[in-house]
């Protein structure tokens, strides 16, 4: 259990890393349409095919930057997706981070760990989750944005600062568009 809950807790770490600053691994997403789950090579979700540059530039009001997708190597086989604005002044990103059960390293999933008891355990680690109802299976608004469970899939949509109300409607709106294309 303690195991567990440390990987939750290097998750919600590296989430704010990379929501902080940019890293290496990074790479530019492959041009397409959103609107239909892509898979990468091991049939997993990329999740830069779950939201067009043009949907992000409309969320934002502004251009953004060609979408980096990065997979982080972790345990939870967590892959990323960055639209950046283009402007350095912007205040708003989005970010989506998907982490699904057939992601995960097989330690963990022969421990029987899921994206369940990661969602459950992120939720609870958090002292400002707060419920957010009718989207995906489950939600909450906390530190680092819109954490959604549905079905096999843990998404976290990050758009900037948590404490402005106006992120959270930016958050549930993109979730609107990419819950279902999981």
């Given at each position: ?16 890393f990379?929501?902080g ?25 990329d999740?830069c095919?779950?939201?067009?540059k ?6 934002l009001?502004?251009?953004v930057?060609?979408?980096e997708?990065?997979?982080t190597?972790?345990p ?14 912007a205040?708003?990103?989005?970010q ?24 459950e355990?992120?939720?609870?680690t958090?002292?400002?989750?707060k ?34 109300p ?17």
């Open positions: 259990m303690r195991t567990k809950r440390c990987l939750a807790l290097l998750t919600f770490c590296v989430l704010l990379v929501a600053c940019g890293g290496s691994g990074k790479t530019v997403a492959p041009q397409g349409d959103a609107g239909g789950t892509k898979e990468t090579a091991k049939g997993l979700v999740p095919a779950l939201l067009t043009a949907e992000a530039e409309a969320a009001g502004e251009q930057k060609e979408p997708f990065t997979d190597k972790n939870l086989g967590q892959k990323l997706c960055l639209y950046s604005p283009v402007s350095e002044k205040k708003r990103f989005i989506l981070s998907v982490v699904q059960n057939e992601g995960m390293g097989k330690s963990l999933r022969d421990q029987g760990y899921n994206v369940e008891q990661l969602y355990e992120t939720k609870n958090l002292t400002d989750a419920p957010v109802s009718g989207i995906g299976d489950e939600a909450f608004w906390g530190t680092n944005g819109l954490h959604v469970l549905k079905g096999n899939f843990y998404l976290n949509i990050s758009v900037g600062n948590t404490s402005i106006e992120n959270l409607e930016l958050a549930k709106g993109l979730a609107e568009k990419v819950v279902p294309r999981l």
